[in-house]
């Protein structure tokens, strides 16, 4: 389920995942399909860790990668999770070709 929230973003973002919604800063962004398909990755990886645990493992990589990046936007690209989800964001197909756990290979790349 796809909503709408035009205040909810910080700065440059502009769609998340909470599951089960996608939400987006505009409704135009309904038609960015590469947008979209990052969000469903995202909640493939939420549904295959019972959605707390995605949330307490990405919040805990963003502020370990903070600290060691020193910069919370750099951080946050290189969260597993996050490259997982950019790496195979135009791969309209992924989701249903994806394997579990395979954000864990983006751990040290």
């Known amino acids: ?3 709408v929230f035009r205040h909810f973003f910080y700065k ?3 769609g998340l995942s909470l599951w089960p919604f996608i939400i ?3 409704d135009e962004l309904k038609e960015d399909i590469v947008l979209i398909n990052h969000e469903k990755i995202h909640l493939k990886q939420q549904q295959e860790l019972l959605i707390v645990f ?3 493992l990405y919040i ?3 502020l370990i990668r903070t600290a060691v990046y020193f ?3 750099k951080a946050y690209q290189n969260i597993s999770f996050e490259r997982e989800a950019y790496s195979n ?3 309209l197909n992924y989701t249903s070709e994806r394997t579990a756990f395979s954000f864990i290979k983006y751990l040290t790349k």
């Open 1 to 3: 389920m796809i909503l």
């Open 12 to 14: 440059n973002y502009v």
């Open 24 to 26: 987006l800063k505009h």
């Open 54 to 56: 995605f949330y307490f």
């Open 60 to 62: 805990s990589e963003w």
């Open 71 to 73: 910069d919370s936007y």
């Open 89 to 91: 964001e135009k791969n």
